[in-house]
């Protein structure tokens, strides 16, 4: 099975990479026991939809804020104190250098903690995680974004990573689906989308709602409608798991082999850097090996998800 993401991100981390007190700086990395979260102060909050909110937040070390990178499609850990921490897609920018940023969307303990917090609340934040995309590899190639729903989380750091860098790719297509036009997250981006041309978006609600202008119809349905050619082309793959089994037979219908469809994938974590086991399909550990993946890379693995 060809690796056909970067090696770096791939490597996995030792046990004296989370030993209390080692060395543990590497880049992009926190530095210290990587089970000790670093601390964070809320600086921003955005009600995205009926069920999620966006939350900023700046390190409380400066140092930390300014070293701190990512690569797109990565994840982290966030937690509030006295009741847990789970695991979220990083969200800003990659360039951002003034905050991190987590969309959360309400579903048990940990995200209705996170819910209830307000600007200038403390978090605990352990980040990046997890291997990103491989966009270096990419560059050239048209990258066409499917996500549904809170799948616009996983998606929206790479997606402002090939906006930034724009000329490095042959286009950018986004489909974006909801069920209802108040369910879509980043409306903010999505009026700034509209309005580029070097963007192709295409919305889609579940069902006709009164003054709606774009399309309706599921995800799978609207994309084969669409119609994308799958030559140079990388297609990413994001959101609620029927309408990732629904889209992966469209993509194969379209002509789009396993090795161009990438999808990140949602395994509940807990240690987060390789060692508890918790997170695994087959040998595969989806906190260090993914959560990115091809589908050519998800073949090969046994049917656990
Ligand atoms: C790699 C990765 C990236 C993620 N990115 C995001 C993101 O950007 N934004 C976001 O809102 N959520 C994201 N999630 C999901 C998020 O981690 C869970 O919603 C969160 O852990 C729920 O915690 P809780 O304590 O609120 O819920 P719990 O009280 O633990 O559970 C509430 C209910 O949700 C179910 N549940 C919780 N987490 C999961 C899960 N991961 N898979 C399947 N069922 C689950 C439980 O079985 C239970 O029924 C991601 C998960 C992973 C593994
Ligand atoms: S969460 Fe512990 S090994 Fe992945």
């Known amino acids: 099975m060809a690796d056909t993401t970067s090696g770096a991100a791939k490597k996995r981390l030792t046990f004296a990479d989370v030993v209390p007190g080692a060395s543990t700086a590497k880049a992009g990395k926190l530095a210290g026991n990587s089970y000790v979260p670093e601390i964070a102060t809320v600086v921003e909050i955005i009600?995205?939809?009926?069920?999620?909110?966006?939350?900023?937040?700046?390190?409380?070390?400066?140092?930390?804020?300014e070293s701190f990178s990512f690569a797109p499609g990565q994840v982290g850990q966030l937690g509030v104190f006295g009741v847990g921490e789970s695991t979220f897609a990083i969200t800003s920018k990659p360039s951002e250098k003034e905050f991190i940023q987590f969309s959360v969307m309400r579903a048990g303990e940990v995200t209705q903690a996170l819910h209830k917090l307000s600007v200038g609340d403390k978090v605990g934040i352990?980040?990046?995680m997890g291997c990103g995309f491989p966009m270096d590899a990419w560059k050239g190639k048209k990258i066409l974004f499917v996500m549904g729903g809170i799948g616009s989380a996983a998606l929206k750091a790479t997606i402002e990573y090939c906006l930034e860098h724009r000329a490095d790719y042959q286009g950018v297509n986004i489909l974006y689906g909801a069920t209802h036009p108040t369910n879509f997250t980043y409306q903010y981006d999505i009026d700034e989308w509209q309005k580029r041309e070097d963007i192709d978006l295409t919305l889609t609600i579940d069902r006709e709602c009164d003054g709606w202008q774009c399309d309706v119809g599921m995800v799978p349905a609207v994309l084969e409608r669409m119609n994308p050619d799958p030559a140079n082309t990388i297609a990413i793959l994001c959101g609620p798991p029927i309408m990732i089994k629904f889209a992966l037979i469209s993509f194969m219908k379209l002509g789009f082999t396993p090795e161009q469809t990438y999808t990140t994938l949602e395994k509940r974590m807990k240690c987060g850097i390789g060692i508890c086991g918790r997170c695994n399909v087959g040998p595969k550990y989806v906190c260090?090996?993914?959560p990115v993946f091809s589908m050519a890379e998800l073949n090969e693995l046994p049917d656990e998800l």
């Not at 009600?47 to 804020?65: C, G, H, L, N, S």
């Open 126 to 128: 352990r980040a990046p």
């Open 288 to 290: 260090v090996d993914g």
């Open 47 to 65: 009600q995205e939809t009926p069920t999620i909110k966006t939350f900023r937040m700046r390190f409380d070390d400066p140092a930390v804020m």
